[in-house]
């Protein structure tokens, strides 16, 4: 138990997965508003507003995610294109996984526990809640090692 305890206080209660997180909290937010706005602004026009939404506010959450993560909680020395691209393929394994992880969740959430959601329609963000917090240090741990790997003195 103390070398769980010790992992545990050595890589999440530090200054940086704080960082982290709230570069995660800010990202979400910006992917939200970006989402919401484009969707309403283009319901009539697309085909899947839903999915060309997200794809945009995807984008603009990663390059800002990218951004703020490089200067605030992994800096490194050096920036480049591949270090940025290598992070953005990190976002969309980590997209990729989390939908798929959502979507096993919320087959449970109705078939196993049985919660309907047209009587509990908050319980609808139970399964993307909990596939995105599983997937947080798995990111925190992926992003470490791509900072660092491509951390190359030019």
Do not use: C
Not at 82 to 87: C, E, G, L, N, T
Not at 117 to 130: D, L, Q, V
Request: proline share 3%.
């Amino acid at each position: 138990m103390t070398k769980f305890w010790n992992f545990i206080k050595d890589n999440f209660l530090t200054k940086k997965f704080l960082t982290f997180g709230i570069i995660g909290v800010l990202n979400t937010l910006i992917h939200l508003l970006v989402y919401t706005s484009i969707y309403n602004e283009n319901t009539d026009k697309f085909i899947s507003g839903a999915f060309f939404s997200n794809a945009i506010a995807f984008v603009v959450a990663s390059v800002f995610s990218y951004f703020a993560n490089a200067y605030f909680t992994f800096k490194p020395k050096n920036k480049s294109t591949m270090q940025f691209s290598i992070v953005i393929l990190v976002f969309l394994s980590r997209l990729l996984i989390s939908s798929s992880l959502a979507e096993l969740f919320d087959y449970i959430v109705i078939n196993w526990i049985g919660i309907d959601y047209s009587i509990y329609p908050i319980a609808k963000s139970i399964a993307p809640f909990f596939a995105s917090a599983l997937l947080i240090p798995i990111a925190y741990f992926a992003l470490d090692m791509v900072f660092k790997k491509t951390d190359i003195s030019k």
